[in-house]
Nanobody
Framework: QVQLVESGGGLVQPGGSLRLSCAAS????????MGWYRQAPGKQRELVAT?????????NYADSVKGRFFISSDNAKNTVYLQMNSLNPEDTAVYYC???????????????WGQGTPVTVSS
């Protein structure tokens, strides 16, 4: 059984920073990528950023967060981080960890989701 567990959300003032963490645990054989999505009230879930755990470790960002958010990983710990800077109220959302992982017993990657961590940007 594979689980993704997020931490680090909370309340922050506009212009502030937060760092989210997501640790994958369980019978993990391989991680292809991990990343972050977010869902604001009344809106669809959207991609924030992803990072590859294989190959060059390339990353991908939504245009709305480029230059403000930075994704990184610790492959040895099966953990992905999202450093969020210059936060504004439009960044308020529940942030979900996501990843494509191969677990023992399966020969192919499956998509997993975390339970979500809320981020509120408000003065």
């Amino acid at each position: 059984q594979v689980q993704l567990v997020e931490s680090g959300g909370g309340l922050v003032q506009p212009g502030g920073s937060l760092r989210l963490s997501c640790a994958a645990s369980g019978s993990i054989v391989k991680i292809n990528y991990m990343g972050w999505y977010r869902q604001a009230p009344g809106k669809q879930r959207e991609l924030v950023a992803t990072i590859a755990f294989i190959g060059s470790g390339s990353s991908n960002y939504a245009d709305s967060v480029k230059g403000r958010f930075f994704i990184s990983s610790d492959n040895a710990k099966n953990t992905v981080y999202l450093q969020m800077n210059s936060l504004n109220p439009e960044d308020t959302a529940v942030y979900y960890c996501n990843g494509a992982l191969v677990s023992s017993g399966l020969g192919y990657p499956r998509i997993y989701w975390g339970q979500g961590t809320p981020v509120t940007v408000s003065s």
